[in-house]
């Protein structure tokens, strides 16, 4: 039954306001509850007054028919590109980036580091096996991360970085990007006014700028004395990359594509590779499938990257992992132009926010939309094939979408697999099927492990 899409719902400032500065979570609850199903709603919250939309049919207009018209500025954007540079796109360089990412992070170049990844995966679970001897729990939540941040950074900055180094910027970003998160929930607030966490965002991004400039300065150094540099790792391929008038990117561009590119890797895959295990938990006949699959695949392991396609299960998991706690859970864009969405008509200067979030939790779309399900994304499946395009905004859609998809899809995999094939995880106390909701979308309290070892590694 088509839902009536031209209906619009306004949760006024007080009813709204004090219930999402309390606990995001809760205020965007409200929405939902308001949306019944997907109108569209307008958010008293202060002058920006936004416009929230959950539905596949308003997200297709918004992000892959009418893009240009809908774009990466203000709100999250502004406190953001002090981390990362630019995102808007507005002077063409973005572009370039976005070009030089996918072509590290897609397609022929990914296959061709998928055994790197895995064993820089299984070297990092190596490290865990100590620390988690004799039952004592490991923190997901610190320990994920950390995982990723030596995989990305493998991969990304091959030997440019040290693995030191590599964890102290991993640990900066996690700070800056909590650190911004007293903004994000005050997005009336100008940005030359002094806020909380300020200080604390402007020493995490000193050390990342302290640990950044000089990889940049050495790669172009290196690059003066010996030309081209051969290099596949990004700031390689940034410093051979030429914009569209022939210009090299500057220092700062290149700082900025490098952490870019880490930052949008890291903090998502972090707190998805936290939330992970409390689900499988909470879901012991997926998790019983995983084991069985990985068991079959892997066996005793280690996991190398041939083994990673074939986890065809343990890749749904994480699909539907990201659709229930997707933790890019909104995506904020400020109109251009006058526009109707949906019947409704939307004013330029106004800011639309897209809700991967409240998409995923529509009924219609989704059936039964908070059961676990990794069923929901067999590849070649009737349901699959029958569902909206855009009824799954975990990675983003339109000329911004993710790049790195793919990345995240083998690197979840390898992770699964690397601590299944030699334990059996279990909470070491219950985590709350509530996420907390800052930056990004993750567990509420830190997610505690036990790994017991199974017979083959104890
Ligand atoms: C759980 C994992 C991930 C999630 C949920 C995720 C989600 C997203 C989303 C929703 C966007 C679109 C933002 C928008 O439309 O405004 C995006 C963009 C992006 N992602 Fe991811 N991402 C993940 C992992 C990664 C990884 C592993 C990489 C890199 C290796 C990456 C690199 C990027 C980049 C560079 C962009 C910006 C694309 C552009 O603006 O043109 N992401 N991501």
């Known amino acids: 039954m088509p839902v009536p899409f031209d209906r619009l719902v306004t949760v006024p400032f007080r009813r ?21 199903g997907g109108d569209i709603v307008r958010l008293g919250l202060g002058p920006l007054r936004p416009y929230v939309l959950s539905r596949p049919e308003h997200i297709e207009h918004v992000m892959a028919a009418n893009p240009g018209n809908y774009v990466r500025e203000g709100w999250l954007w502004e406190p ?32 061709g580091f998928a055994d790197d990844l895995a064993a820089t995966v299984v070297g990092a679970v190596d490290e865990l096996t100590d620390r988690a001897r004799g039952g004592a729990p490991i923190n997901a939540s610190e320990e994920m991360p950390r995982i990723v941040y030596r995989a990305i950074t493998k991969v990304l900055l091959g030997s440019r970085i040290s693995i030191p180094h590599a964890d102290r910027l991993g640990d900066a970003l996690r700070v800056a990007s909590r650190a911004m998160q007293p903004r994000l929930l005050a997005p009336f607030v100008p ?52 914009t569209d008038d022939g210009q090299r990117f500057t220092r700062t561009d290149l700082r900025d594509g490098m952490v870019g590119l880490f930052t949008a890797g890291t903090e998502t895959t972090g707190v998805a590779m936290a939330m992970v295990w409390a689900v499988l938990e909470n879901n012991p006949d997926v998790a019983a499938r995983v084991y069985d699959e990985v068991g079959r695949v892997v066996g005793a392991g280690p996991v ?3 083994h990673l396609p074939e986890l065809v299960y343990t890749r749904q998991v994480a699909l539907e992992m990201l659709r229930i706690y997707p933790p890019g859970w909104m995506l904020p864009r400020m109109i251009k132009q006058d526009d109707v969405i949906g019947g409704v ?19 219609d779309v989704w059936p039964d939309p908070h059961r676990f399900d990794p069923d929901r994304h067999t590849p070649g499946s009737t349901v699959v094939r029958e569902r909206h395009r855009y009824a799954y905004l975990s990675f983003g859609a339109g000329p ?41 979308l993750g567990p509420s309290t830190p997610v505690r492990l036990i790994l017991d070892p199974l017979p083959a590694s104890a």
């Open 80 to 111: 953001l590109s002090r981390l990362v540079g630019d995102t808007s796109g507005s002077d063409g360089l973005w572009w370039k980036k976005r070009e030089v990412y996918q072509q590290l992070v897609n397609g022929p170049a990914l296959r």
């Open 400 to 440: 911004h979408a993710c790049v790195g998809r793919q990345f995240f899809l083998l690197e979840a995999v390898a992770i699964i697999a690397a601590l299944v094939s030699r334990f059996r995880p279990r909470l070491a106390e219950p985590v709350s099927s509530k996420p907390r909701l800052g930056l990004t």
């Open 304 to 306: 190398t990257g041939a």
């Open 16 to 36: 709204f306001a004090p219930r999402f500065a309390r606990d995001p979570l809760n205020g965007i609850e409200l929405v939902e509850s308001a949306s019944a």
């Open 191 to 242: 940005a030359r006014m002094p806020w909380p966490k300020d200080r604390e965002f402007t020493r995490a991004l000193a050390t990342v700028n302290g640990i950044a400039y000089p990889i940049v300065e050495q790669a172009q150094a290196d690059a003066d004395k010996d030309g081209s540099p051969e290099g596949t790792d990004i700031v390689s391929r940034l410093l051979r990359a030429r």
């Open 345 to 363: 008509p939307v004013k330029a200067g106004g800011l639309i926010v897209l809700s991967p979030y409240l998409t995923h939790r529509l009924a």
